[in-house]
């Protein structure tokens, strides 16, 4: 079964507005990765999370990795129509194990 | 340098025929990742490579599907006897080995069964 679960499946926002996607797991998770893919495009690599309630940022993105390490957040602030696309969290234990992906469409 | 390839980019073909989708990773990756994309099931790990040998193959669905790599390169993925349920996008990703945490993705073959 799904291992990695995350909501929402879509967000609509308007431009200058935040977003956040959330994955968790019944697992404890030794890591979480997150992905961007972008319209017809194929996943990159965004960041990796380790350690108990990790936050990082990358400009206007901020990741975050929970203290039970069983959940983690994207959250981007202010989006521009750069950010749309789907955003991946996954497992990586070797392989890859994927939640199901947030689509988040940005209307200027 | 260099990304990963796959090709082709997109494949149609008859329900019933064989298909081989092909991946170049990037030089010097000794792994190598297929994956599945497909509207109803996301993202699903295959099958990994370590060189030219495959420990894990968990993720194959049916033994239609097969897989084999050579010279720890280039690597081909094998489905025999198409369904209309094989219609996805398969990409192959590849890293520095199985510990190195980034994988890097091609961009993908569109397979379309008839």
């Known amino acids: 079964g799904q291992q990695v679960m995350q909501i929402p499946q879509y967000q609509h926002v308007q431009e200058g507005e935040d977003f956040t996607t959330y994955c968790n797991s019944s697992?404890?998770?030794?890591?979480i990765q997150w992905y961007k893919q972008r319209p017809g495009g194929h996943p990159v690599f965004l960041i990796q999370?380790?350690?108990?309630?990790e936050v990082k940022k990358q400009k206007r993105l901020t990741f975050q990795f929970g203290e039970a390490k069983k959940n983690s957040s994207l959250h981007i602030t202010a989006t521009q129509t750069t950010d749309v696309g789907t955003y991946f969290c996954?497992?990586?234990?070797?392989?890859?194990?994927f939640g199901q992906g947030t689509t988040l469409q940005v209307k200027p | 340098g260099a990304g990963v390839s796959q090709s082709p980019s997109n494949k149609v073909t008859e329900k019933g025929k064989d298909v081989e989708l092909r991946c170049d990773p990037i030089?010097?990756?000794?792994?190598l990742y297929w994956y599945r994309q497909s509207l109803g099931q996301g993202l699903e790990f295959l099958i990994y490579?370590?060189?030219?040998?495959?420990?894990?193959k968990s993720g194959l669905p049916s033994d239609r599907f097969s897989a084999e790599r050579t010279g720890g390169s280039v690597s081909t993925l094998t489905i025999q006897r198409t369904q209309q349920e094989d219609s996805a996008v398969y990409l192959c990703?590849?890293?520095?080995?199985?510990?190195?945490?980034?994988?890097?993705f091609g961009p993908g073959t569109r397979l379309t069964v008839t």
């Open positions: 697992t404890t998770l030794s890591n």
């Open positions: 999370l380790v350690k108990s309630g």
């Open positions: 996954a497992w990586n234990t070797g392989k890859l194990i």
């Open positions: 490579f370590q060189g030219n040998s495959a420990p894990d």
């Open positions: 990703a590849s890293n520095r080995d199985r510990g190195n945490y980034e994988q890097y």
């Open positions: 030089s010097g990756h000794t792994a």
